[in-house]
């Protein structure tokens, strides 16, 4: 377990490295120039040049990408070249509405998605439950702006129940956290049901069919636990996903989290700023991932980690 | 001897899907969709009322409105005073053209790469793998938009950009069908019987892949079509006047409480699409791979 776990996190301390060095490289060639941005249009070339060497970037690739680095593992990820805030301040002033919206997210899509695919397992074959899977197949292929936006039209325009946009209150999440968590509820909904319909067939479940346990029991306390296990592993998965959508979600309902932060940097080719999200939310998708593997065998002991 | 695996050959299996397929309601409703979108968009030069472009001199209010659905404008009109439906056929094109261009790319570069990782194996593989890894941490869609936003993109611009981040499922998929494949018996049989590395590849496992990528390439569109629209819609996509259903939705939303139907109906075609696509690809997964059915 012990040695388990140290391979795989310098695997992914070495994943992170790449994905910096990449995402460096990408910046670098990328025709878009910072210092013009900083400069303005009305600057000399002087003036752009001392920008430009103060700032550093006149030096070649390695140098630039080795400096970022060694910031990088004492925790410093430079400045924002338009805020002139540390990067680190920044996105550690944004994280925690981000946090929240995702926490949302993840309850949203387990309550709606496991709901809906125990209901569609009891109800196997049977109308109830082919409605409930095309739900799900809709779920899934709606754009999460155009359900942000519908959602934003009827219930905060029309209905007037919540806030159009914003942070702060608990009426101020409900829809943005519902956004981000129909798509995944649709993934729940089609995992749980096809769980729950293998554990029903199990023989310990007709064993307790044929005590003569009630229904509801059967279901809740004898069937549900074994079929929501292995889904629970998902939820690490779960955060990868929610990183891009967060970027929308947010810019829909003017969430001011690390999607907005990272959106408005691109917009301003503000690099420090567009590294520093970008290997905050691959830690988040790599320690996700990681989180998943080391659930699976503690929940299914079948299962054995290499 | 290459008849050998005749009993599983990958074509006689996709007739018989293709018919079971037929069977499926909704799989052939979801082929209705793609066929009436693709009809639309391939007519849309005949069938369009308007140019897509054309600010018309009645398609605004008296005060400068946009016109709701109904009489002349059967989708009403935008803030420009331009033909909704019009704008919708012209943006049909939009959406399948980078749904299959991006998703072919995409499938072409993960197909490459799983095969050639999965039976290269040795350091070729390890390093294809790995580099898969590292792509799989990528915040996919903050790539797809840092790109797109520096690129003052165009058309092929942004398919190529969704090709890049949109390949990774496949080559992880491709390679584990690679792996397993390699391992069977008739390929054991092939390579004692002396045949070439180039022979196995292309006569035995390339026809064994078919399947699994006629099913990812189907899905894939889906994906395709939704990252289309969500770049578009945050204006870093397909950029005006070319009409793309997300970027119909980009120059309308902030007026969208007084006219919902520019972002509505855009929104809902968008939908349908990718759910056309998501329906007909499970079918196919259902048909094509018996080991994947036995939840109905």
Redesign the interface.
């Known amino acids: 377990m012990l040695g388990y776990l140290t391979r795989r996190l310098v ?1 992914s301390a070495l ?2 490295l ?2 910096s060095f ?1 995402t460096f490289l ?2 670098y060639v ?3 120039d910072p210092v013009r941005q900083i400069a303005g249009r009305s600057a000399t070339a002087q003036t752009v040049e001392n920008i430009r060497h103060q700032l550093g970037l006149d030096q070649p690739l390695l140098v630039q990408y080795w400096r970022y680095l060694s910031g990088l593992v004492q925790g410093d990820m430079g400045r924002s070249y338009l805020q002139k805030t540390e990067v680190a301040t920044l996105i550690a002033s944004r994280l925690p509405a981000t946090l929240l919206l995702m926490l949302g997210g993840i309850v949203c899509e387990l309550l709606i998605g496991l709901t809906l695919g125990v209901v569609a397992a009891v109800f196997r ?1 049977r109308p109830l439950d082919q409605g409930l899977m ?1 739900t799900s ?2 779920a ?7 359900v942000g ?2 959602l934003l ?1 009827l219930f905060a ?1 029309q209905l007037g129940w919540f806030p159009i946009g914003g942070y702060g209150t608990f009426a101020h999440l409900v829809l943005p956290a519902i956004t981000l968590g129909i798509m995944g509820s649709g993934w729940y909904s089609r995992m749980m ?2 769980s729950m ?1 293998d554990v029903l067939r199990q023989d310990y479940i007709r064993t307790a069919r044929a005590k003569g346990l009630t229904r509801r029991r059967i279901l809740l306390r004898h069937a549900l636990p074994n079929a929501i296990l292995p889904i629970i592993a998902m939820i690490g998965i779960d955060i ?1 996903i929610f ?3 967060i ?2 979600v947010e ?1 829909v309902f003017g969430w001011p989290g690390i999607g907005q932060l ?2 408005q940097a ?2 301003r ?1 503000d690099i420090p700023v ?1 590294m520093g ?2 290997m905050v ?2 830690t988040a ?2 320690l996700g ?1 990681l989180l998943a593997d080391l659930i699976t065998p503690m929940i299914d002991p079948r299962i054995k980690l290499r | 001897m290459a008849d050998v695996a005749d009993l599983s050959s990958p074509r006689a299996a996709t007739a018989g899907a293709l018919r079971r397929l037929m069977r499926r309601k909704l799989a052939l409703l979801g082929l209705a969709i793609i066929v009436i979108v693709v009809g639309g968009a391939v007519l849309a030069p005949w069938i369009a009322p308007f140019e897509p472009d054309e600010q018309l001199f009645d398609g605004l209010t008296l005060y400068g409105e946009p016109m709701p659905p109904g009489g002349a404008f059967l989708m009403g009109t935008d803030l420009l005073g331009r033909d909704l439906f019009t704008r919708m056929l012209y943006g049909a094109r939009t959406s399948l053209v980078i749904g299959v261009v991006a998703n072919g790319v995409a499938l072409v570069i993960g197909t490459l790469v799983g095969v050639l990782a999965g039976f290269l194996r040795g350091w070729v593989g390890a390093v294809l793998m790995r580099f898969t890894d590292l792509m799989m941490a990528f915040p996919a869609l903050l790539l797809a938009i840092c790109l797109a936003a520096v690129f003052q993109p165009s058309l092929w611009i942004v398919a190529m950009v969704i090709a890049l981040v949109n390949w990774v499922q496949t080559a992880r998929v491709v390679y584990t069908e690679t792996t397993s494949l390699s391992e069977r018996e008739f390929i054991a049989a092939e390579k004692t019987l002396g045949a070439s590395s180039a022979r196995i590849l292309f006569r035995h496992i390339l026809p064994h892949l078919v399947p699994t990528l006629i099913v990812w390439g189907t899905l894939g569109i889906s994906v395709t079509v939704l990252l289309e629209a969500t770049l578009s819609f945050l204006g870093v996509g397909v950029q005006p006047p070319t009409p793309s259903w997300g970027n119909i939705i980009f120059e309308n939303q902030t007026y969208f409480q007084a006219a919902p139907w520019l972002v509505f109906i855009p929104g809902a075609a968008i939908l349908l699409l990718a759910l056309a696509f998501n329906l007909v690809g499970d079918a196919l997964r259902d048909v094509l791979d018996p080991t994947q059915r036995g939840n109905d």
Not at chain 1, 140 to 146: D, T, W
């Open positions: 695997q994943i992170l790449g994905v990449i990408l910046l990328l025709p878009a074959g095309v197949f809709v899934v292929s709606a754009p999460q702006f155009v936006l519908l039209y325009v049901r096809s319909v990868g990183m891009g959508g970027v929308v810019s990272a959106w691109i917009q080719v567009i999200v970008t939310s691959a998708i790599v991932n």
